[in-house]
């Protein structure tokens, strides 16, 4: 079965130092989505991406949150200066059209120290 | 605003026996609605979905979910639990397009032998 992939599974990183958590989504889907989940809590949603834009954004994806489809199988998140509390599972999902079903990745774990 | 309700943090229910997890939404229209499950350290598999038409959803793993416009709810129900059933399941919901997925706060599901 396809499947979403996340990588890395478990990244630490430094204060104020800019990461890049990096998902392939299943191939032939069109729309991106990643999603945050800070330990204990709800998932929520973060961004939304079709046809090379941003279709929606959620009030957590400030300018310090940027995404991009940098060729035809990656979806990247940037988070330009890492906080403490950016510390939490971040999961990508995609879905091959609008209003469908998501399937969603294993997750990328961000410790922010 | 847009809301997913999960009125139960936790439920212990015994081997073998029934399973309802409760799912309320407040939404302008008649959402998307989704129940996803979540073992430890996993990513969020999707169990069922509801669009429109029949109002009982089968899924995966032998669940289902019955939508019930008039209480805006969509519990999720499973006839005879496994220990294997033991996880976070979240419910959720969008308005379409490509909104994102308002999830619950989930549910943290205990079975004893």
């Known amino acids: 079965e396809p499947e979403v992939t996340q990588t890395p599974s478990h990244q630490v990183t430094q204060m104020g130092q800019e990461v890049i958590l990096r998902c392939v989504p299943i191939?032939?889907?069109?729309?991106f989505y990643w999603y945050r989940q800070i330990l204990g809590q709800k998932v929520e949603f973060l961004v939304s991406f079709y046809n090379n834009e941003i279709s929606e954004k959620s009030e957590i994806f400030d300018d310090q949150f940027s995404v991009e489809r940098p060729d035809g199988s990656n979806f990247t998140l940037k988070i330009r200066s890492t906080k403490l509390e950016d510390s939490a599972m971040y999961f990508c999902?995609?879905?091959?059209?609008?209003?469908?079903?998501?399937?969603f990745g294993s997750g990328t774990r961000l410790t922010v120290v | 605003a847009q809301s997913v309700t999960q009125p139960d943090i936790h439920i212990t229910v015994s081997e073998g026996a029934s399973l309802e997890l409760r799912c309320n939404y407040s939404?302008?229209?008649?959402?998307?609605l989704f129940w996803y499950v979540q073992s430890p350290g996993q990513g969020l598999q999707l169990l069922l979905k509801y669009f429109s038409g029949d109002t009982l959803v089968q899924g995966i793993k032998g669940f289902e979910a019955e939508f019930k416009r008039s209480q805006s709810s969509f519990n999720l129900r499973k006839p005879s639990v496994h220990w294997s059933d033991a996880a976070e399941y979240f419910c959720?919901?969008?308005?379409?397009?490509?909104?994102?997925?308002?999830f619950g706060k989930g549910t943290h599901l205990i079975i004893q032998p």
């Open positions: 959720a919901a969008s308005g379409g397009g490509a909104d994102g997925l308002t």
């Open positions: 939404y302008g229209a008649t959402p998307y």
């Open positions: 999902a995609s879905s091959p059209r609008a209003n469908y079903g998501y399937t």
């Open positions: 191939s032939n889907h069109l729309y």
